[in-house]
């Protein structure tokens, strides 16, 4: 079967770079100063047993960081990031990730290398097994694999090209498999471009260790890393032989299980037996060291080339029978792996050709996007210092490896918690559903980004599948609740209806009507507000009687937003959130419009921009807290206290820019769960389990929230919302921070207390 | 105490026209020639015991039509429409009701008039109790009750306006006591104006029985009618004497339960004990004869009249110690009731005194509105013609009252069930939600609208409640899956994964891209559409390859509607909602785009002028049918066609106006439940459960839906809809009805089916 041929008939070729892909990337922890970590993998982290994304290896330090398949270059690198955002802010204060393959300096007892404390018996039997074989230095090497699976578009294709093989599931193991031997041939050009383990830091090697006496290209790709006794041989030749072998080895005992296989490549299947009537569903490459220079250990440059170097490993024919060419492979990537860094490969020549048959390749398939990591590439070729092996050697002529290996872990870890309350790649979405997602793979539940715009996820734990909106929105809520709590009117009706307190107020569908309506509030404090809008928008507050020409406007700019509008009464007082899931009140927040407190030397302008500074203030629901504006609005509430934006407010003068106090709108949150007397929380889970909701921000006007609730005039229920803020609890502007995304996720998979 | 002092003090008087007012009407069941039904009250109405609406009184044939208690008269009036519609409509189609409170001609033999079937026992044997003591003819009369409260804002401000009495109860017991007493001594006028019983038919009175020997103003309002024994005296001195007195008439047996004290007015309380410490809460009229020129037996200007008449008989001072002041009304009613309908009354002065002093009292407390009804009773006064038993008395010269009765009963009738879709007094409200109420009230459960412009209901059956937004939206699904289905892409998503067929797509969130990808789809057959929007709207179907140009006006359409469009690949086929409750298909349409059938002679204009003639035929949701348009795309869907609207189609050619085939845009809806193989149901069913939802309207391509489902090709899921047209169901274009939304009740309320 001449699979270029075949490649050159796909109409579905340009598919190759949404190849599905994942990454696992394997990580000691360390403390600041590069030691060894000896604290226990994160307890926050959940149980290592099912968690998808972050579990241990051979060691307690061992931290493994595993994507989820995803079909772009983009998608792996947005979860990379995210996966070490929620692993390094799991983990204590004082540690980070080792960014090389090989472990930092390591205790010289044997016993302070500390297995996984894995739950589960067989997995501590495992590991205790490969301590004894291959000991536990050895093992405390890290790497990172790569999953690769052609599309399946462009090998249902491919197969209907063809007529030599009449069945999909033998087609597709010819391809991979002549993927992966001819991987096994040429992956020496990996170990020269992408090789970075040039030394070993103390303690790596045991004295009677066969060890490297210079810097090399890659310990962990050459004869001195992480591999098989050399009686374990596993032919390649077909899938048949490929299983069979393995069998033998475990039979006669070379090998305990198939996942000791520690060929360069493996043979993956979608499901988990050894079946020989099963077929390949993936490769996974396992022998790309981490990269040192990359914060997630890798380059997306790096993941580039190694779509279009598999798409030539299936492209390109093999010159000799598996056995010889896989064979032939090994042996240059010893060699070059075991070159030293600083100088040019033996291979140069052959490599250049290879990148230059790539090149060509490319042109014939007509793939665009490609060009820069050949350059890349051939630049490598042709100075060494343009290799990762070569970077670091030269680096390491002036600092030590562990010294260097410091640094740049440190500077990883703040770059990536910079900014705590962010999941990095995820940072478009909204900040509620940012911090549920990181919740969510913190405690172990599989994430799926439904529709991103959407702000729409779907979550797994076990079987369970739940769907979640904003953060907020679930399947416990029933679909009638926020149909009614989007109508104001209704809400009051039903809230009144059962003796709680809510403003008295007048509904108008016509601007008109409402207009001639003035001289009924005249004279009376009054909040006007669309029926259905949200955030405060098109709500004006007057806390004296409103002029006609104040009134008019106000009820315009209501119904900008809603064909209904509401004239209520309005209530003095501060204004509380409290936030309730499951009948109990989570968190309770009280809101203080947009405000600044003056200094006697900043203009009103400039303390807005002062406070503006903060991290926590941006726009758009992607930050806790909101920037202040200097809008109408805001000029038009100075004005009412005789202010301009240039005044100069004395020193310790609170000066309001608002009237509402939506964290939206620049608003301050301020957490009182702890300061706020029970009765009012009783009022507010009551009133929303009135209202039949489940998961509901409720917003109470209470007058003195140190007093408990007497009568009616001690609390008044302005609004309740079905869409409320999260992150405004997790990180609010002063107090306590309440977590209420867990407690989302809680309430969703109660399971997850037991774990 | 003055009350016509504390009323003038009142700030809230113009609340009278928002007093809380409610109706009991009576009514003989009738054949359509006039004679007493010989059928069982109405099953379909479901349970007498607890029906808040329709109930029966003292005979099988005697309905009882209840409103809610409401705020205002329009209120009222509505839902007397939509009572009276339910009642019609759930009557066999040879009933109809008696108009008159004088029932029909009765029976010869007693034990044909039948007592109430009712299924408590006590209801039985009081029935029989009242037939033994008063006679079952005189039981047979029927009348109106209005229920009258004052509103309570204006209660609570008179109290505060005085200081006499110092609890409000009290108060509240002096009140009503007032303006009861004032009205058993005013109410002649009452008897004057709407007294509507001037004769009997046969056999209504028994050969031996006092009865008067012309026409009078009201044989039931005189002493002939429906009263106590002379025996019978009750107090209205105070509550506490009120009671007393019932107490002592049940002690000694002169009554056998409070509620056969016949008095023209009740005090009523709202909790339904005897209890001397408890107030009166409202008052019930009694004495308002049936007005046989009304439709519901009552006019609105009647009860507006009614309202004034209250607070009258509250503002004016009694002028006699109380007993002597209600004998004295007693005997004055008495006198007008059995004057001649053609004659003035005696007490004509007195009466237009009285119509004077309201005048005076409306313009000193400032309200407007009453100028009307205050004539009419002025010219009732002065003109005997203008009188209710006047008017029907004139024409009893030419007719007999048996035949005007049926032929006014034959118009009420016809006028009611003029359009057997629509809930009368409900029309402006959308028709799913019509027919939802009807159901729910003919099967008696409690209906409070509580947003009438949002579809929003309150629905009670005992004490469950559930609320229903568009007659779909319920409590039973939850929050998160309509979120879901807004959303078209992630619908396809989950239930692709899950193995169901949908139609491929891709997913443009700019213009421009969608724009520039046309060369991806050209050569195709496509369907372009908004991701979240509905009813078809933005929606194009290329059924062949599209134009460049054509695509693109087709994109801006779409991102008209949403800012994320899909092109997905056009299947071709008939398409057919299946709508799904509770995991069972109910219903099945194909919808059939808009079209006209050609007749050789009219133009398409023409045609679909005459198709647009049907009563099925609407806009705007208030029809099941919609009225086919004839604007740009039907005008370039016939330019596809070689048509224009000017064109005459052959006899028998079927022209299409739109690709399309949504009811909304003029689509007829063809029902096939029957017709279709059961495995497209179970399909179909189960795509609804993999989204997790409980009602929904799916829809479906299906080549040929007589063959079962056998591979991928034999549908295709176009669209799941969490908001599903109902009434569609209900009176398909062609083919069998469902009555979908009797199926959300019995979802809602499972009790229903073991009533």
Redesign the interface.
């Known amino acids: 079967m001449i699979f270029s041929e075949l490649l050159q008939q796909a109409q579905n070729i340009a598919a190759i770079s949404h190849s599905r892909i994942g990454v696992e990337r394997e990580s000691q922890r360390v403390s600041l100063n590069g030691k060894l970590a000896v604290t226990n993998h994160p307890n926050v982290l959940g149980s290592r047993q099912f968690h998808p994304y972050i579990r241990t290896d051979f060691a307690e330090t061992q931290l493994e960081i595993v994507t989820p398949v995803v079909n772009t270059v983009n998608d792996l690198f947005r979860w990379l990031a995210a996966l070490h955002d929620v692993t390094y802010q799991s983990m204590p204060a004082n540690e980070m990730l080792w960014p090389l393959s090989m472990p930092p300096e390591l205790p010289i007892r044997d016993d302070e290398i500390k297995l996984a404390k894995l739950p589960d018996f067989q997995g501590v039997l495992y590991r205790r097994y490969l301590a004894r074989i291959y000991g536990r230095r050895k093992q405390m090497i890290s790497g990172l694999h790569f999953n690769f699976e052609f599309p399946t578009v462009l090998v249902e294709e491919l197969y209907q090209h063809q007529s030599e093989v009449t069945d999909f599931k033998c087609f597709k193991n010819i391809l991979y498999l002549k993927t992966a031997r001819n991987y096994l041939h040429y992956r020496w050009l990996i170990t020269y471009l992408f090789g970075a383990s040039p030394v070993a830091e103390s303690n790596y090697f045991e004295s009677n260790d066969e060890q490297p006496q210079t810097e090399v290209r890659s310990i962990r790709n050459s004869k001195f890393g992480y591999c098989n006794k050399n009686n374990v041989q596993v032919s390649f030749e077909s899938l048949q032989t490929y299983f069979a072998d393995i069998e033998t080895q475990i039979r006669e005992g070379h090998l305990i299980k198939e996942k000791e296989f520690y060929s360069p490549i493996r043979l993956r299947r979608s499901e988990q037996t050894i079946d020989q009537q099963a077929s390949v569903d993936y490769l996974e490459l396992r022998n790309i060291d981490i990269n040192p220079f990359e914060r997630y250990g890798v380059s997306e440059n790096q993941i580039v080339f190694l779509e279009l170097f598999m798409l030539f490993m299936l492209w390109t024919d093999e010159k000799e029978t598996s056995n010889d060419w896989i064979m032939a492979g090994d042996q240059i990537n010893n060699e070059v792996a075991l070159e030293s860094p600083l100088t040019p490969t033996r291979y140069r020549t052959n490599g250049l050709k290879i990148i230059d048959l790539m090149k060509r390749m490319a042109q014939q398939l007509d793939l665009k996007g490609y060009e820069r990591v050949l350059q890349q590439a051939k630049n490598g070729l042709t100075d060494v210092a343009k290799t990762i092996s070569g970077r670091m050697v030269k680096q390491l002529m002036t600092i030590n490896q562990s010294v260097f290996a410091t640094a740049n872990g440190l500077e990883n870890r703040k770059v990536i918690t910079q900014i705590p309350y962010q999941l990095n790649g995820f940072t478009n979405m909204e900040l509620s559903t940012q911090i549920l997602m990181f919740d969510a793979i913190q405690k172990g539940i599989t994430v799926d980004v439904?529709?991103e715009?959407?702000q729409?996820l779907k979550l797994q734990l076990s079987h369970q599948i739940?769907?979640?909106?904003n953060g907020n929105?679930?399947?416990?809520?029933?679909?009638?609740?926020?149909?009614?709590m989007k109508?104001k009117?209704?809400t009051k009706?039903?809230l009144t209806t059962s003796g709680f307190n809510a403003p008295a107020g007048v509904e108008f569908?016509s601007m008109n009507m409402a207009l001639a309506a003035y001289p009924r509030f005249m004279g009376n404090p009054i909040v006007i507000k669309p029926q259905s809008a949200n955030y405060g928008r098109g709500v004006t507050v007057f806390k004296l009687s409103p002029s006609l020409v104040d009134y008019s406007q106000a009820i315009r700019r209501a119904f900008a937003e809603c064909?209904?509008v509401l004239v209520e009464s309005f209530i003095a007082g501060p204004e509380y959130r409290f936030l309730v899931i499951d009948d109990k009140v989570k968190a309770v927040l009280l809101r203080i419009p947009a405000n600044v407190t003056g200094d006697g030397h900043h203009t009103v302008k400039q303390l807005v921009a002062i406070k503006n500074q903060s991290v926590l203030r941006g726009l758009n629901d992607r930050t806790p807290l909101t920037k202040i504006s200097l809008g109408m609005v805001e000029q038009m509430t100075l004005k009412s206290q005789q202010f301009t934006v240039d005044s100069i407010p004395m020193s310790g003068q609170r000066i309001y820019l608002r009237k509402n106090s939506n964290i939206s709108s620049g608003g301050d949150s301020v957490d009182v769960t702890d300061q706020i007397d029970f009765t009012y929380k009783e009022k507010a889970a009551a009133a929303v389990k009135c209202l039949?909701a489940k998961i509901c921000g409720i917003d109470l006007i209470i007058p003195d929230r140190s007093v408990p609730v007497s009568d009616h005039e001690s609390y008044s229920i302005i609004e309740a919302n079905?869409n409320p803020m999260m992150d405004m609890h997790c990180y609010p502007y002063k107090g306590q921070k309440h977590r209420v995304t867990a407690d989302v996720l809680e309430f969703l998979f109660p399971q997850l207390n037991d774990l």
Chains 1, 2 share one sequence.
Do not use: H
């Open positions: 439904i529709d715009n959407d729409l739940e769907y979640v909106k929105m679930t399947s416990r809520d029933s679909y009638i609740v926020p149909l009614i109508n009117t209704a009706k039903i569908i064909s209904t039949g079905y």
